[in-house]
């Protein structure tokens, strides 16, 4: 069994949220939510980046078998550039709430701020994605999801090599960004390369 804590309050239906891809470069943000049924527990639920690749898409099968509903929301590059990433986390959370086929009567929100989502109360939670196993569902609902998108974009794109950073900022991404410019699915409003007093490390 998992060591999260199945619910913050017993009789009730709680749908945990969290996103992926806030810090990136490039690519959507991507929420998910879950509401896992009590009934059929998931063995080795945990934070998202606490599973190795190969144990959050068997994870993610059985989160999709086994909950009682799950959705994911997913807000493009071109969205975040004009509503800002904190604004995007919170609409990519609403979608997936929308997706849900059953609504919860409370949500388990992972951070600490949230847009409220109508007629649907909520609480946040820091760190939540490794207090909650609904919060941890769907980290790994998010994540694989969203490491999808990526991995079918780098085919597209192979210069940034999206199919190992996923869009994160590492040296090989920002170099990459510096040698051939941005691509069409980068987010415009991040800063995609160092200040110039740090371009020495590109070169």
């Not at 997706?99 to 009567?105: A, D, E, H, V």
């Not at 949230?114 to 941890?136: E, L």
């Not at 900022?169 to 051939?180: L, M, Q, V």
Request: proline share 5%; aromatic share 6%; hydrophobic share 40%.
């Amino acid at each position: 069994m998992s060591n999260l804590l199945a619910f913050l309050e017993l009789d009730r239906l709680e749908g945990g949220c969290d996103e992926a891809g806030r810090g990136c470069l490039s690519g959507p943000v991507v929420a998910a939510a879950v509401i896992l049924d009590p009934e059929k527990p998931i063995i080795g639920l945990n934070d998202s980046k606490q599973i190795n690749e190969r144990n959050r898409l068997l994870l993610r099968d059985q989160i999709e078998k086994h909950a009682l509903a799950y959705g994911i929301g997913i807000v493009s590059h071109t969205e975040i550039d004009e509503i800002n990433i904190l604004n995007a986390s919170f609409l990519a959370m609403h979608r997936a709430v929308d997706q849900l086929s059953t609504k919860p009567s409370f949500l388990l929100i992972d951070g600490n701020r949230f847009k409220p989502y109508p007629g649907i109360p909520h609480a946040c939670i820091i760190k939540g994605d490794g207090k909650f196993q609904s919060i941890a569902a769907a980290s790994i609902l998010a994540k694989t999801k969203r490491d999808e998108i990526m991995e079918n974009l780098h085919q597209e794109f192979p210069v940034y090599h999206w199919n190992k950073n996923k869009g994160y900022p590492t040296t090989e991404h920002r170099n990459a960004i510096a040698i051939h410019g941005a691509s069409p699915h980068h987010r415009m409003t991040f800063q995609l390369l160092p200040n110039k007093s740090q371009l020495e490390l590109f070169d």
